[in-house]
């Protein structure tokens, strides 16, 4: 048996290059009965080289691969505790086909709870839209005395392609981070700026 395993060529395994004879004693079970296969053999033979197997107490091969199979369907059941099952009520003809159980979440909620959060997703991008708005708004008059720009009409001309508005205003946010990620804010709503500034 170990010289049947042992002419598998393994490279080097987990930084192993060779397996210890103890760690093969722990596959001895497989000469008893040579044609039934044996589970998790690289699990099994990972454990022996970690030291997670005693190899030199008495090893139960069948009981070891019953509790790595055992231990696998509680992961699973674990990691599938975590997720629901969505149910569409509409496509099932059958009323128990289509039934919401416990657990379970029908695909109309999905949808509802879906939107629902674009729109407080929405209310906060336009809590942030108003933000800057006011900002720029407020700053606007200041900015005209100090340093001779209008920054809402530089937007707005910006916006329609004026070179000269759109070299003064990338001078503006280049020099005032703030500045600039308002403009931002405001260019990434996508919303008219003659509405937004009337």
Same mark, same amino acid.
């Given at each position: ?12 395994? $987990? ?57 696998? &369907? ?20 059958? &009323? ?12 109309? &909620? ?49 916006? &329609? ?16 981070? $703030? ?20």
């Amino acid at each position: 048996m170990e010289s049947t395993l042992k002419a598998f060529q393994f490279g080097i395994m $987990d930084g192993y290059s060779e397996i210890p004879e103890g760690v093969w004693g722990l596959l001895s079970d497989m000469t008893k009965n040579p044609q039934k296969p044996i589970p998790y053999v690289y699990d099994i033979v990972k454990a022996g080289m970690e030291g997670r197997i005693d190899i030199h107490a008495p090893f139960y091969l069948d009981a070891y691969c019953r509790a790595i199979e055992s231990n696998t &369907k509680i992961a699973e059941f674990s990691k599938a505790k975590k997720v629901l099952h969505c149910v569409d009520e509409i496509s099932g003809t059958d &009323k128990s086909d289509c039934m919401v159980g416990y657990g379970d979440i029908s695909l109309s &909620k999905v949808s509802l709870v879906a939107r629902m959060e674009d729109a407080f997703e929405k209310l906060a991008d336009d809590d942030e839209l108003m933000y800057a708005l006011s900002q720029v708004k407020g700053m606007n008059d200041k900015f005209i005395v100090e340093h001779s720009v209008d920054l809402v009409t530089t937007l707005k001309y910006a916006v &329609k392609g004026i070179p000269a508005a759109v070299t003064k205003l990338r001078a503006v946010c280049n020099e005032f981070s $703030d500045i600039a990620e308002y403009v931002r804010v405001i260019l990434s709503s996508g919303r008219d700026l003659n509405e937004l500034f009337a």
